[in-house]
């Protein structure tokens, strides 16, 4: 049993370039979640889905997209990344909403150059 | 929207003496609050949450919080630090829909 899993861990992009993240849970959640952790900030929602094949905006979305194509996986793509961008990337999912916890992935670290 | 506010961005005890992180919520309706504890490089893991059942909630690790409605608080104690609590710890308050809203966290260094 894996929980949460991130791939990649570190990526370095240069200005405008795509990449898309990609997260994986095995413990048969229909809610999945994607945020990015800046320093001070705490963590802010990007992207929730409550199923598959659904996506929702959360605080921050601007300048990413998500898709859910299947249960245990949510995208996070970035199409043209910009330096503000550089953050990290925790994927998370949950049973349901609160009060069901979510379980986090170890995150992905991403600068943009 | 549900809100939170850390009190201290660090803070430092030392090995054996009483641990308490600050967290204060603004919430329209009652929350469910969480504390979350991330060590360094890993993602973040539940220590415990609040769900209206009892105002003391006991965690993992000896780790508790007291839900203060009056207070607007929910802060997190422990009576006696161990080395292996040095982490970063964040609060998380939650009005039962899809956005959980996060601290910016405290960082707790354990001095010897």
């Known amino acids: 049993n894996a929980g949460v899993t991130q791939t990649p861990k570190f990526r370095v992009l240069k200005t405008g370039q795509s990449m898309t993240l990609l997260c994986a849970q095995d413990m048969n959640h229909e809610y999945m979640y994607w945020y990015r952790q800046d320093p001070g900030m705490g963590l802010r929602l990007i992207h929730y889905?409550?199923?598959?094949?659904?996506?929702a905006k959360g605080e921050v979305p601007d300048g990413y997209n998500v898709s859910r194509l299947k249960k245990q996986n949510f995208l996070l793509g970035l199409e043209s990344a910009a330096p503000s961008q550089t953050s990290v990337y925790f994927c998370a999912s949950s049973y349901g909403r609160a009060p069901y916890e979510q379980y986090f992935g170890p995150g992905t670290r991403l600068t943009v150059t | 929207a549900q809100s939170v506010t850390q009190l201290g961005s660090h803070v430092s005890v030392s090995e054996g003496a009483l641990v308490l992180l600050r967290c204060n919520y603004s919430s329209s309706v009652p929350p469910y609050l969480f504390w979350y504890v991330q060590y360094p490089n890993q993602g973040l893991q539940l220590l415990l949450k609040y769900t209206s059942a009892a105002t003391l909630v006991k965690g993992i690790n000896g780790f508790e919080a007291e839900f203060k409605k009056s207070e607007t608080s929910f802060h997190l104690t422990k009576p006696s630090a161990h080395m292996s609590d040095a982490a970063e710890y964040f609060c998380?308050?939650?009005?039962?829909?899809?956005?959980?809203?996060f601290g910016a966290g405290t960082r707790l260094t354990v001095k010897p």
């Open positions: 889905s409550v199923g598959e094949g659904t996506t």
């Open positions: 998380a308050v939650s009005e039962g829909d899809n956005d959980m809203r």
